[in-house]
Every structure is written in structure tokens, then in C-alpha cells.
């Protein structure tokens, strides 16, 4: 069975967790397995993607792209630096 998203702008899950979250937690867990250290890391992976599930609610979608941009560390081509605040034509 498909699951149907019901709304356009829904993260794709995987399992029940978001993209995002599963991310953290795989790259974490896969890290534990080739140090040989699987539950600590596991332990590890659940706490971080649940702080980070507990950073996420209630603030605007993508915001962790906002403010990696607004302190610098993610560049973007069309759009001007994020300190320069006054522009002259």
C-alpha cells in the first residue's frame, strides 16, 4: 500500500521518522558500526534525532538552511551575502 501525502509540502518520511531525522540517525548508527561501538551509538543517534526533532518544532519549515546561510556557511548563487544589509543602484 502507497502511502498518499496530504499535503504537497510534506517531508518524505522514512519509517516514522522525517528525512532529515533518519539521516542524522543512519549516519550515526553507521558510524557506530564501523568503530565497532553499535549500541552506543544507536543510544547516541536516538538522543541527538530526538533533540533535534525537539529544535525543530515550531519553527518554519527549512529553517536550519536559513540560518546556516545567515551565518555563512552556506553560500547560494543568486542571492547576495547575508551581511550586506544596504544596497545602492
Known sequence: MT????????QPKIFFWDLDVFLIFSTLLFMGILTNYLISSAVIGSTVSYL????K???????LFH?????????LNNIPP???RRFIE
Open 57 to 63: 518544532a515550531g519553527k518554519p519549515d527549512s529553517y
Open 67 to 75: 540560518a546556516l546561510y545567515w551565518h555563512g556557511f552556506l553560500k
Open 3 to 10: 502511502r498518499i501525502p496530504r499535503y504537497i509540502d510534506d
Open 82 to 84: 547575508s551581511y550586506i
Open 52 to 55: 533535534f526533532t525537539k529544535f
